[in-house]
């Protein structure tokens, strides 16, 4: 009997050893899952790290270029309001040259169109404007800078 219980407990041994093999295994096991874990964790915190400098390297770069595109704005209105002071006595002579411009060629067209026949005149209507300008011919014939020869040749 004590044969077969030496047997019968040496199995139980045998059969303890391999559950605690087992039980190591898995705790073997767990450890590798938890250093991946860690080695996760660690590169997803040196990744947002990363992150975090890039976005710190953007903000400063839109810093710098919201600087840039204000100063350049500034000069731009500065350059522009310097540029509309000098050139604003241009403009209004230009464009008091063009008015002048106008009322001369519909002084010429009322002139040369005083001797055309009347069916010639309904054809082609005159503007309003040239009321204006009739008045102003006969005011410079009435001055006498205008001949009545030089009207009637015409």
């Not at 604003?88 to 001797?115: C, D, H, K, P």
Request: glycine residues 2%.
């Amino acid at each position: 009997m004590d044969y077969a219980k030496m047997i019968d407990r040496c199995l139980k041994i045998k059969t303890q050893k391999l559950a605690w093999n087992q039980q190591c295994v898995k705790i073997g096991h767990q450890e590798l899952l938890n250093d991946q874990l860690r080695v996760k964790i660690r590169s997803q915190r040196l990744t947002t790290e990363q992150q975090a400098e890039n976005l710190r390297t953007l903000r400063l770069r839109n810093d710098l270029l919201q600087s840039q595109v204000e100063y350049n704005r500034k000069m731009t209105n500065a350059f522009s309001r310097q540029f509309d002071r000098e050139n604003e006595a241009e403009e209004y002579n230009i464009s008091t040259m063009r008015q002048l411009l106008q009322l001369q060629n519909r002084g010429f067209e009322t002139v040369f169109n005083r001797g055309v026949p009347i069916e010639v005149r309904d054809l082609f209507p005159e503007p309003a404007d040239n009321n204006v300008v009739y008045e102003v011919i006969r005011q410079l014939t009435d001055a006498g800078y205008i001949n009545n020869a030089d009207s009637e040749f015409v």
